[in-house]
T-cell receptor
Framework: GDSVTQMEGPVTLSEEAFLTINCTYT??????LFWYVQYPGEGLQLLLK?????DKGSNKGFEATYRKETTSFHLEKGSVQVSDSAVYFC????????????FGTGTRLKVLA | DTAVSQTPKYLVTQMGNDKSIKCEQN?????MYWYKQDSKKFLKIMFS???????INETVPNRFSPKSPDKAHLNLHINSLELGDSAVYFC???????????FGPGTRLTVL
């Protein structure tokens, strides 16, 4: 079945450091890929998405590129801020499957001032 | 003007009790969901309704019963609560089955 694998956290960085959170997936067909962010005590919010191979999603300085050849959708940001501290979830939705979101296990990011 | 709202935000109850969590969305979406998030932040789909029709029903104890009185509401009723039911429950909605989901703020359920 479809699956999403995220790097284990927590990830601790200093402010202005470069961020990469790895995400790889297994799916048949052509899934859509998403990154969601969960700030403390809140629900998940969509951060960015990509619906086909080579698409790049971007928002708030975060980027991720849908790489079909490596089945990856790594999240990157050039300069993190303390306010980026949150849990980040990679997810896929396979419209040729069961229409269920498959979420990764989440990666906690902590940014220190 | 909250998009997806849940009540209550916190729910503390004794084992064996029955409780309900309510969810409402004002986005005009057709599809709504319930998720359970455990203490390690793992997120698991429980149910999904599309236009009031149940379309996803994961392997969830039948003590859990969703009810969708209309497209804007999806409630979750839990009978005979157990310690293992303690978690944060999230409601979400999406325009249809293939678009991004909008999440509510969550309901933290604690069973004592």
């Amino acid at each position: 079945g479809d699956s999403v694998t995220q790097m284990e956290g927590p990830v601790t960085l200093s402010e202005e450091a470069f961020l990469t959170i790895n995400c790889t997936y297994t799916a048949t067909g052509y899934p859509s890929l998403f990154w969601y962010v969960q700030y403390p005590g809140e629900g998940l919010q969509l951060l960015l998405k990509a619906t086909k191979a080579d698409d790049k999603g971007s928002n708030k300085g975060f980027e991720a590129t849908y790489r079909k050849e490596t089945t990856s959708f790594h999240l990157e940001k050039g300069s993190v801020q303390v306010s980026d501290s949150a849990v980040y979830f990679c997810a896929l939705l396979n419209p040729s499957g069961t229409y269920k979101y498959i979420f990764g296990t989440g990666t906690r990011l902590k940014v220190l001032a | 003007d909250t998009a997806v709202s849940q009540t209550p935000k916190y729910l503390v109850t004794q084992m064996g009790n029955d409780k309900s969590i309510k969810c409402e969305q004002n986005l005009g979406h057709d599809t709504m969901y319930w998720y359970k998030q455990d203490s390690k932040k793992f997120l698991k789909i429980m149910f999904s309704y599309n236009n009031k029709e149940l379309i996803i029903n994961e392997t969830v104890p039948n003590r859990f019963s969703p009810k969708s009185p209309d497209k804007a509401h999806l409630n979750l009723h839990i009978n005979s609560l157990e310690l293992g039911d303690s978690a944060v429950y999230f409601c979400a909605s999406s325009q249809d089955r293939v678009n991004e989901q909008f999440f509510g703020p969550g309901t933290r359920l604690t069973v004592l």
